[in-house]
């Protein structure tokens, strides 16, 4: 309770920025420290008797709390930590024990699947190898000529083959080219008689498959006395479909159908049916992908898994039906002429196995249940699990129980050995390389787990959960009071500390100590640690000379010494918003501070992890330096990582930030300057006392911001020779020229610039010089130029992707169509909120969209005298509705957003006719829409009744009360210029142009805006957004009429319009009588010519706004007109007379326009402003004006030569 004593006396210093950040407390703890407040300030101006406790009393009582608490904390941190340590010890003893053997005897057997498998792998291939090494060795040695060769007892050296390498079938296939055909049918006739030797041989060896049917002795392999010589294989070559009938084998191939056959002729066992014999496996299309990549490459090829099982009829019989089930590939070994070096591929054998023989004959009977995941490149996945000498096909794909492989970690996989020489062919030719993935079973890991190392560390905790609970029980009692006590202490002590630095407010809090008697300084034994200033022996003072009775040094006055001290290393930065003086002039109060707390807070953030101490904000201006209050040496570099990653965060957020805060937001940027040098830094003490900088270092950081580019770190050489000593050369680039500084003379300085990589803020890596996307850039053209990277496929399916009319915009679009859709969405809140305060839900939801087409005629011909506005409805205001609790639907929002996206792509590329000014002229319309009285808020705000509600309706003449009314402006400044051809009325009347024809050559461009958005918003696929938006059809006519109003109100020059406008504003403001003024035509006529002087205004707001504001758009205007002139569609230059146009035109429209928006008396202080601002820019204009309009000439040209020498540029490249 002291200390609060003691941070009240301090607060006195700062007393209007602490009241603000003390708003946040409660208001019994405002209370409290108030009253303990005055009593010390009581005590302290009056007698010495009963002063209150020092703070180091407080320290004294604090340190004691900490050391109890210190102590309880501790013996229940032993006794936790005893109980989970004992407890995890012994758990991790047992369980580590399980672990361990479990994971041990686990890749034990999966290194030994994997050793079996690949050894069964080599050991196949070498078979093969083998065989057809001896049958090359025996054509050579009878001087065969291929493929005109047969081999002897190929049946018996067949069937030992297939034993040893658990093949199913082993065939010959030898190559047969189109003119060898007809020989080769007369040689399998003459060698035909191997079949019958195959047949006895087969007969000897499977008995079983020969037994005698006497009903049916046509059958070969069921008559022993059937001679396979009798019958003949046939002449020709047989193809087939790759299907599992018998007619598969369809025909036999013409000469002309195929460049190579490779026919099965010999074949271990026999074939039982003819066709077999001489049956084109090339003909097969999944064979022959693997046939010609074994001719390309010469390499043995596995096949992928195929159901070959038609080319042997007698396959069941012979093979056990869970074999039959299991994947089955064909291996193909190439057979050559010579065993030399210039050998020629003549031949290839193919045996077809199962793949169930790697996994069989592993391992011993009592491990089981170890599940082998088969997978290879063409796609297929197939699983098996080994019951000790046994492999059980589980079926296709990925089927083994995932729930005890530990997330997919614990497992063994190998590649089968001889097929990783082909995977360089995978792409080429298409070849499977095939690999294997072993894993646990549940059933297999339960062996090696039990609950015993649960059931033990639970006995070793459960020793311990008693005096853990008594202790934490007592402790929580003794903490919920002294929680109470220091509560407001650590509010207080936490709005010092923002104030100043932590050694500083120590100090003060000692000199509030030393006033009240000499006691134990606070902190005293932690100086060293945190400086001097602390240290009362330390040279704060400017003289050491004693004090005498007549001295008025600030030592007398404050009764301590100065805070202040002398840092010689310090770098200090200086970063100043460009642009923010001319944005901030169209913003709301609101908006502004918006933008600067979410700037400057990013940037604290940054400084708090930077250890850079901020040392204030002066307007948009934000001032650190690193180096103090604890010195440090690589203070430059700090600075330099802390500047660029402030820079970095205004970028982005900037961009973030437009799409709530409005155009020309994402433009703003920032200048910064950086210098090094000696700093005197302390606290002046008395009102309103901070911590602060003084000294040559602080003026000169601030003239480098101000000589500074927006977008770039300036920096002094002192700052760039520390950097360059500190190694980082390359972070400094001299500057061209040298600038001048105010007080300084001519400075030779340096720019910064840090890659991303050396300054990681957190964010994405990426130049922090580039930190966003070309503005103009369309997310459609990137989503083109990727597909036309990845080829011509691409390109066609993106063609065929429709995209959002979102998406379709530029990056800077989308952020304006953001803004534009977060402003109707809260009107379309209000919209709601009004409906919902005048009916029923049942009555709400039967509403329907009322669709109004155009009407006969133009659009010209519907521009009324007098709008037609609500009129006031005291139920409105009795059952108001709070707008923040209406919820809009999803696609509502999406079908806004669709429309918004639609409407900008109407406009054109006009530098200033486009869909940016269209936003600048929303915000302006949203201002001043801001500006007029509501009279919803002020009788909800102040509990007036309906009379005066009435009456401020009355005098606002219904507009902000009526939130329809609202979105139509809105709604109209957005589409006021859509599809604007960048040349005025005049140019398309001269023009003969069709728009021009078909207006009857009054107000083309306004017409036309008017027709293309209107069938936009009465598209039928935004019937849930105009229900939201007009629930009947006297709504939807009243929205209509507001918008023709106001869009054609844009047209200033058209005779007959002006003039009717005038007479309306003759006839409006000239009727003074109150009974007139309450007369319902009177309020609709004044709301007439206030919405259509609001978007007069808003049209040529920029006249009207901050002088920068208006030079931007004031050049956009002339480069369209003058680009105008360039094409050939205007006969007059405009540089010629435009400095007299521009001064016509602000004093006989702009600023009696002005001075009419003042006269209606509903926009507040906005209508001054906007008379302020346009006064003062026809004076700046007046003086500047010549001189901007050559250099508006010297741009634009100067812009044209370049993009044209970007065009040559190109060109050649192409």
Same mark, same amino acid.
């Given at each position: 309770?002291?200390?609060?004593?003691?941070?009240?006396?301090?607060?006195?210093?700062?007393?209007?920025?602490?009241?603000?950040?003390?708003?946040?407390?409660?208001?019994?703890?405002?209370?409290?420290?108030?009253?303990?407040?005055?009593?010390?300030?009581?005590?302290?101006?009056?007698?010495?008797?009963?002063?209150?406790?020092?703070?180091?009393?407080?320290?004294?009582?604090?340190?004691?709390?900490?050391?109890?608490?210190?102590?309880?904390?501790?013996?229940?941190?032993?006794?936790?930590?005893?109980?989970?340590?004992?407890?995890?010890?012994?758990?991790?003893?047992?369980?580590?024990?399980?672990?361990?053997?479990?994971?041990?005897?686990?890749?034990?057997?999966?290194?030994?699947?994997?050793?079996?498998?690949?050894?069964?792998?080599?050991?196949?291939?070498?078979? *093969?190898?083998?065989?057809?090494?001896?049958?090359?060795?025996?054509?050579?040695?009878?001087?065969?000529?291929?493929?005109?060769?047969?081999?002897?007892?190929?049946?018996?050296?067949?069937?030992?083959?297939?034993?040893?390498?658990?093949?199913?079938?082993?065939?010959?296939?030898?190559?047969?080219?189109?003119?060898?055909?007809?020989?080769?049918?007369?040689?399998?006739?003459?060698?035909?008689?191997?079949?019958?030797?195959?047949?006895?041989?087969?007969?000897?060896?499977?008995?079983?498959?020969?037994?005698?049917?006497?009903?049916?002795?046509?059958?070969?392999?069921?008559?022993?006395?059937?001679?396979?010589?009798?019958?003949?294989?046939?002449?020709?070559?047989?193809?087939?479909?790759?299907?599992?009938?018998?007619?598969?084998?369809?025909?036999?191939?013409?000469?002309?159908?195929?460049?190579?056959?490779?026919?099965?002729?010999?074949?271990?066992?026999?074939?039982?049916?003819?066709?077999?014999?001489?049956?084109?496996?090339?003909?097969?299309?999944?064979?022959?992908?693997?046939?010609?990549?074994?001719?390309?490459?010469?390499?043995?090829?596995?096949?992928?898994?195929?159901?070959?099982?038609?080319?042997? +009829?007698?396959?069941?019989?012979?093979?056990?039906?869970?074999?039959?089930?299991?994947?089955?590939?064909?291996?193909?070994?190439?057979?050559?002429?010579?065993?030399?070096?210039?050998?020629?591929?003549?031949?290839?054998?193919?045996?077809?196995?199962?793949?169930?023989?790697?996994? +069989?004959?592993?391992?011993?009977?009592?491990?089981?249940?170890?599940?082998?995941?088969?997978?290879?490149?063409?796609?297929?996945?197939?699983?098996?699990?080994?019951?000790?000498?046994?492999?059980?096909?589980?079926?296709?794909?990925?089927?083994?129980?995932?729930?005890?492989?530990?997330?997919?970690?614990?497992?063994?996989?190998?590649?089968?050995?001889?097929?990783?020489?082909?995977?360089?062919?995978?792409?080429?030719?298409?070849?499977?390389?095939?690999?294997?993935?072993?894993?646990?079973?549940?059933?297999?890991?339960?062996?090696?787990?039990?609950? =015993?190392?649960?059931?033990?560390?639970?006995?070793?905790?459960?020793?311990?959960?008693?005096?853990?609970?008594?202790?934490?029980?007592?402790?929580?009692?003794?903490?919920?009071?002294?929680?109470?006590?220091?509560?407001?202490?650590?509010?207080?002590?936490?709005?010092?500390?923002?104030?100043?630095?932590?050694?500083?407010?120590?100090?003060?809090?000692?000199?509030?100590?030393?006033?009240?008697?000499?006691?134990?300084?606070?902190?005293?034994?932690?100086?060293?640690?945190?400086?001097?200033?602390?240290?009362?022996?330390?040279?704060?003072?400017?003289?050491?000379?004693?004090?005498?009775?007549?001295?008025?040094?600030?030592?007398?006055?404050?009764?301590?010494?100065?805070?202040?001290? *002398?840092?010689?290393?310090?770098?200090?930065?200086?970063?100043?918003?460009?642009?923010?003086?001319?944005?901030?002039?169209?913003?709301?109060?609101?908006?502004?501070?918006?933008?600067?707390?979410?700037?400057?807070?990013?940037?604290?953030?940054?400084?708090?992890?930077?250890?850079?101490?901020?040392?204030?904000?002066?307007?948009?201006?934000?001032?650190?330096?690193?180096?103090?209050?604890?010195?440090?040496?690589?203070?430059?570099?700090?600075?330099?990582?802390?500047?660029?990653?402030?820079?970095?965060?205004?970028?982005?957020?900037?961009?973030?930030?437009?799409?709530?805060?409005?155009?020309?937001?994402?433009?703003?940027?920032?200048?910064?300057?950086?210098?090094?040098?000696?700093?005197?830094?302390?606290?002046?003490?008395?009102?309103?006392?901070?911590?602060?900088?003084?000294?040559?270092?602080?003026?000169?950081?601030?003239?480098?911001?101000?000589?500074?580019?927006?977008?770039?770190?300036?920096?002094?050489?002192?700052?760039?020779?520390?950097?360059?000593?500190?190694?980082?050369?390359?972070?400094?680039?001299?500057?061209?020229? =040298?600038?001048?500084?105010?007080?300084?003379?001519?400075?030779?300085?340096?720019?910064?610039?840090?890659?991303?990589?050396?300054?990681?803020?957190?964010?994405?890596?990426?130049?922090?010089?580039?930190?966003?996307?070309?503005?103009?850039?369309?997310?459609?053209?990137?989503?083109?130029?990727?597909?036309?990277?990845?080829?011509?496929?691409?390109?066609?399916?993106?063609?065929?992707?429709?995209?959002?009319?979102?998406?379709?915009?530029?990056?800077?679009?989308?952020?304006?169509?953001?803004?534009?859709?977060?402003?109707?969405?809260?009107?379309?809140?209000?919209?709601?909120?009004?409906?919902?305060?005048?009916?029923?839900?049942?009555?709400?939801?039967?509403?329907?969209?009322?669709?109004?087409?155009?009407?006969?005629?133009?659009?010209?011909?519907?521009?009324?005298?007098?709008?037609?506005?609500?009129?006031?409805?005291?139920?409105?205001?009795?059952?108001?509705?709070?707008?923040?609790?209406?919820?809009?639907?999803? +696609?509502?929002?999406?079908?806004?957003?669709?429309?918004?996206?639609?409407?900008?792509?109407?406009?054109?590329?006009?530098?200033?006719?486009?869909?940016?000014?269209?936003?600048?002229?929303?915000?302006?319309?949203?201002?001043?829409?801001?500006?007029?009285?509501?009279?919803?808020?002020?009788?909800?705000?102040?509990?007036?009744?309906?009379?005066?509600?009435?009456?401020?309706?009355?005098?606002?003449?219904?507009?902000?009360?009526?939130?329809?009314?609202?979105?139509?402006?809105?709604?109209?400044?957005?589409?006021?210029?859509?599809?604007?051809?960048?040349?005025?009325?005049?140019?398309?009347?001269?023009?003969?142009?069709?728009?021009?024809?078909?207006?009857?050559?009054?107000?083309?461009?306004?017409?036309?805006?008017?027709?293309?958005?209107?069938?936009?918003?009465?598209?039928?696929?935004?019937?849930?957004?105009?229900?939201?938006?007009?629930?009947?059809?006297?709504?939807?006519?009243?929205?209509?009429?507001?918008?023709?109003?106001?869009?054609?109100?844009?047209?200033?020059?058209?005779?007959?319009?002006?003039?009717?406008?005038?007479?309306?504003?003759?006839?409006?403001?000239?009727?003074?009588?109150?009974?007139?003024?309450?007369?319902?035509?009177?309020?609709?006529?004044?709301?007439?010519?206030?919405?259509?002087?609001?978007?007069?205004?808003?049209?040529?707001?920029?006249?009207?706004?901050?002088?920068?504001?208006?030079?931007?758009?004031?050049?956009?205007?002339?480069?369209?007109?003058?680009?105008?002139?360039?094409?050939?569609?205007?006969?007059?230059?405009?540089?010629?007379?435009?400095?007299?146009?521009? *001064?016509?035109?602000?004093?006989?429209?702009?600023?009696?326009?002005?001075?009419?928006?003042?006269?209606?008396?509903?926009?507040?202080?906005?209508?001054?402003?906007?008379?302020?601002?346009?006064?003062?820019?026809?004076?700046?204009?007046?003086?500047?004006?010549?001189?901007?309009?050559?250099?508006?000439?010297?741009?634009?040209?100067?812009?044209?030569?370049?993009?044209?020498?970007?065009?040559?540029?190109?060109?050649?490249?192409?």
């Amino acid at each position: 309770m002291k200390y609060f004593q003691k941070s009240s006396a301090l607060s006195k210093q700062s007393a209007t920025y602490m009241d603000r950040l003390s708003e946040h407390a409660s208001e019994e703890e405002d209370e409290a420290v108030g009253d303990q407040s005055s009593h010390w300030r009581a005590s302290t101006t009056g007698s010495n008797d009963g002063p209150p406790e020092s703070s180091s009393s407080f320290s004294l009582a604090r340190s004691e709390t900490r050391m109890i608490r210190r102590s309880k904390t501790m013996l229940l941190a032993v006794v936790a930590l005893l109980a989970v340590a004992m407890g995890c010890v012994t758990y991790y003893v047992v369980r580590s024990s399980e672990d361990a053997e479990y994971h041990a005897r686990f890749h034990a057997i999966a290194n030994e699947i994997a050793e079996f498998a690949q050894v069964k792998t080599v050991h196949v291939f070498n078979n *093969l190898e083998n065989f057809g090494v001896s049958m090359t060795s025996y054509a050579q040695d009878q001087n065969m000529t291929w493929p005109f060769v047969a081999f002897p007892d190929f049946q018996v050296r067949g069937i030992l083959s297939n034993e040893e390498t658990g093949a199913h079938t082993l065939s010959v296939n030898p190559f047969v080219y189109p003119k060898q055909l007809e020989v080769w049918g007369r040689f399998t006739q003459y060698k035909s008689d191997w079949m019958a030797e195959a047949h006895v041989y087969d007969k000897q060896v499977h008995e079983e498959l020969y037994v005698l049917d006497h009903h049916n002795t046509s059958d070969a392999h069921h008559n022993p006395d059937f001679h396979w010589t009798k019958v003949g294989i046939t002449p020709y070559i047989w193809y087939t479909d790759g299907g599992k009938a018998d007619t598969n084998y369809t025909a036999r191939y013409p000469v002309e159908e195929s460049l190579l056959y490779t026919p099965i002729w010999q074949r271990a066992p026999p074939c039982d049916y003819q066709p077999q014999i001489n049956l084109d496996l090339r003909s097969d299309p999944v064979f022959q992908r693997f046939i010609d990549g074994m001719i390309d490459t010469e390499h043995a090829v596995i096949t992928q898994v195929t159901d070959a099982t038609y080319l042997d +009829t007698n396959y069941e019989s012979r093979f056990d039906p869970a074999e039959q089930a299991e994947p089955h590939s064909y291996i193909l070994e190439p057979v050559y002429d010579t065993l030399t070096e210039n050998r020629t591929m003549v031949a290839y054998l193919s045996a077809f196995m199962r793949w169930g023989v790697f996994f +069989t004959d592993v391992l011993p009977d009592h491990e089981q249940d170890i599940y082998v995941v088969l997978e290879s490149t063409c796609g297929q996945t197939f699983t098996y699990e080994i019951f000790g000498h046994k492999s059980v096909y589980l079926g296709e794909g990925d089927v083994h129980d995932t729930t005890v492989d530990e997330g997919g970690q614990l497992y063994e996989r190998f590649e089968f050995a001889p097929f990783s020489a082909l995977e360089r062919e995978v792409g080429e030719h298409g070849f499977c390389h095939y690999y294997a993935t072993i894993y646990p079973s549940p059933h297999w890991r339960s062996k090696f787990f039990s609950n =015993e190392p649960i059931a033990y560390a639970l006995g070793v905790v459960g020793c311990f959960l008693i005096t853990a609970a008594v202790f934490m029980l007592y402790d929580m009692l003794v903490q919920k009071r002294q929680d109470k006590v220091m509560a407001s202490a650590k509010k207080t002590n936490a709005i010092v500390t923002s104030l100043f630095p932590e050694n500083v407010r120590d100090r003060l809090l000692q000199d509030i100590n030393n006033e009240s008697g000499p006691e134990t300084p606070v902190r005293a034994t932690n100086s060293k640690k945190r400086g001097s200033w602390a240290d009362p022996s330390n040279a704060f003072t400017v003289g050491g000379a004693a004090k005498e009775d007549n001295d008025i040094s600030s030592e007398r006055i404050f009764g301590s010494k100065p805070i202040a001290d *002398l840092f010689p290393a310090t770098t200090i930065m200086f970063a100043d918003m460009v642009g923010f003086t001319a944005w901030s002039s169209v913003r709301e109060p609101a908006q502004v501070f918006s933008l600067l707390e979410t700037v400057y807070h990013s940037f604290d953030v940054v400084a708090k992890r930077r250890r850079v101490f901020k040392v204030e904000t002066v307007g948009d201006c934000y001032v650190a330096v690193a180096g103090l209050p604890m010195p440090r040496k690589e203070h430059a570099v700090v600075m330099a990582k802390f500047a660029t990653d402030c820079l970095h965060r205004m970028k982005s957020l900037v961009h973030q930030l437009e799409t709530t805060l409005g155009p020309d937001t994402a433009d703003l940027d920032m200048r910064v300057g950086l210098h090094s040098g000696p700093v005197t830094a302390g606290v002046l003490r008395g009102d309103k006392g901070r911590f602060q900088l003084f000294g040559d270092t602080m003026n000169t950081a601030s003239r480098l911001e101000s000589t500074g580019c927006p977008g770039r770190i300036h920096i002094s050489r002192d700052t760039a020779e520390i950097l360059v000593a500190s190694g980082k050369d390359k972070w400094v680039t001299q500057r061209d020229d =040298e600038v001048f500084a105010k007080g300084k003379g001519t400075l030779q300085t340096y720019w910064l610039r840090i890659q991303a990589e050396s300054c990681n803020t957190g964010s994405k890596k990426s130049n922090i010089s580039t930190t966003s996307l070309d503005a103009e850039q369309t997310q459609a053209e990137i989503a083109r130029k990727k597909a036309l990277a990845l080829g011509p496929a691409f390109e066609e399916v993106f063609e065929e992707t429709p995209d959002t009319n979102f998406d379709l915009l530029s990056v800077k679009k989308q952020r304006l169509v953001k803004w534009n859709v977060e402003i109707l969405i809260k009107i379309l809140r209000l919209i709601m909120a009004r409906r919902a305060s005048l009916e029923s839900p049942k009555e709400i939801s039967k509403r329907a969209s009322k669709k109004i087409t155009k009407l006969n005629g133009t659009v010209l011909d519907e521009v009324a005298d007098v709008l037609a506005l609500p009129q006031f409805d005291a139920k409105t205001y009795q059952n108001h509705v709070d707008p923040n609790t209406i919820e809009i639907p999803d +696609t509502v929002v999406e079908q806004l957003t669709d429309m918004v996206s639609r409407i900008a792509s109407l406009y054109q590329d006009n530098p200033f006719h486009s869909f940016e000014h269209a936003s600048h002229v929303t915000m302006s319309v949203v201002k001043l829409l801001s500006r007029i009285v509501n009279p919803i808020e002020v009788s909800t705000r102040e509990g007036t009744n309906d009379q005066i509600a009435s009456e401020l309706h009355d005098h606002t003449f219904g507009i902000t009360s009526d939130p329809l009314t609202q979105f139509a402006c809105i709604i109209s400044a957005l589409i006021h210029d859509a599809d604007h051809p960048g040349v005025p009325n005049s140019t398309l009347v001269k023009e003969e142009h069709p728009l021009a024809s078909k207006y009857k050559n009054k107000s083309v461009a306004e017409q036309n805006s008017v027709d293309l958005a209107w069938e936009i918003i009465m598209s039928q696929e935004y019937k849930d957004l105009q229900t939201c938006i007009c629930g009947t059809k006297d709504e939807m006519t009243r929205f209509r009429s507001i918008i023709v109003n106001v869009v054609m109100a844009t047209d200033i020059i058209d005779k007959d319009l002006g003039a009717q406008r005038k007479a309306r504003w003759e006839k409006a403001f000239a009727e003074d009588c109150e009974e007139m003024a309450r007369d319902p035509l009177a309020i609709n006529r004044k709301a007439t010519i206030v919405l259509e002087h609001l978007m007069q205004a808003s049209d040529v707001s920029h006249t009207m706004q901050h002088w920068v504001v208006f030079r931007k758009w004031n050049e956009r205007l002339f480069n369209e007109m003058y680009q105008a002139f360039v094409d050939g569609r205007s006969d007059r230059d405009p540089s010629k007379g435009w400095y007299q146009g521009e *001064l016509g035109f602000f004093d006989y429209y702009i600023i009696p326009l002005a001075k009419k928006l003042e006269t209606c008396g509903v926009f507040g202080v906005s209508s001054h402003e906007y008379l302020s601002y346009a006064q003062a820019n026809r004076r700046e204009w007046e003086g500047k004006g010549e001189q901007l309009v050559k250099d508006y000439l010297w741009r634009f040209h100067n812009s044209k030569t370049n993009e044209c020498a970007h065009a040559e540029c190109q060109d050649k490249k192409a």
